[in-house]
């Protein structure tokens, strides 16, 4: 009997060496092919950090995900075409320790400054001069997000359609110039209904925090600008405060259909480029 008990351990130990030699071997072998030599050799050329979403009281600005090369499947994918290819690497997600990802109860005031982008958004009360709008963006190939009241859904769901069709994204207003628990859920529904976008963000021109409460319980953030355009001039405006990753929130007016060619203009010059609002609050670093 106890010699049986013997004869079995052994064995197991056998197995169990066997597996675990088996395994350095495979491993050894794949260490020294030169795929996986490429890889390792560029790992960290690609591998990007992650950045903390900075938070300063009740505001917040994104960070940016790290990017790391998952090395394992990177070299499956290369090893079926028998060569090291840039274009087979697969990535994974490193997360930051602070990010938007389950902050909901800060205001969002611009993007991520690493980035020399900015984001446009207009606020629509009504729709005059929209059409007008429309056609400067549209000549100057920049994609927007309009923040559109309630009642302008449903009453210009044809402009809304002309939005859209355009690239443009569209997001919540309130309904009735205010955010209200359950009118916030109608309008959203419009809007995922009718829209590109998930209506994921909801907009303040100066601090409400009933607003933000409201917007948190339905895992929406709330946009608080640093450049925000309700009178005065927009180019004297955005020329004394734009900065890398600023959002820009212009009312939709006769002042900004006047004055946005010159705007656009002058953020051309300055070597600006144009995000679009979900994009620009992105924390994806493996783009």
Not at 103 to 110: A, G, P
Not at 121 to 140: A, Q, W, Y
Request: hydrophobic share 35%; proline share 2%.
């Amino acid at each position: 009997m106890l010699k049986k008990v013997l004869q079995t351990i052994g064995l197991l130990l056998l197995c169990s060496f066997s597996f675990f030699y088996t395994d350095r071997v495979v491993t050894v072998v794949k260490n020294q092919d030169p795929i996986m030599i490429k890889i390792n050799e560029y790992k960290d050329f690609y591998n990007i950090e992650s950045v903390d979403a900075i938070i300063n009281d009740k505001e917040i600005i994104p960070g940016i995900n790290g990017c790391k090369i998952n090395i394992d499947k990177s070299y499956s994918n290369m090893k079926r075409v028998g060569s090291y290819n840039p274009n087979m690497i697969e990535y994974q997600e490193i997360k930051p320790e602070l990010s938007l990802s389950k902050t909901y109860d800060k205001y969002i005031i611009k993007g991520n400054s690493n980035k020399n982008k900015v984001a446009i958004i207009f606020k629509v009360n009504n729709i005059n001069n929209l059409v007008e709008i429309r056609s400067i963006l549209k000549e100057k190939q920049i994609k927007a997000a309009f923040f559109i009241d309630g009642k302008d859904i449903e009453n210009n769901v044809n402009s809304i359609y002309h939005l859209i069709n355009e690239g443009h994204e569209i997001y919540n207003l309130g309904y009735d110039n205010r955010y209200e628990k359950d009118m916030l859920r109608w309008t959203n529904n419009m809007i995922d209904s009718i829209a590109n976008n998930k209506s994921k963000y909801c907009l303040v021109l100066t601090e409400n925090q009933n607003t933000v409460d409201i917007c948190s319980k339905e895992k929406m953030h709330t946009i608080k600008s640093d450049i925000i355009i309700n009178y005065g001039s927009p180019f004297s405006i955005v020329r004394n405060k734009i900065e890398k990753g600023s959002i820009i929130v212009f009312d939709v007016n006769s002042i900004t259909k006047n004055e946005l060619i010159g705007v656009i203009t002058f953020l051309n010059k300055k070597g600006y480029t144009y995000n679009i609002l979900s994009n620009h609050l992105n924390e994806k670093g493996c783009q």
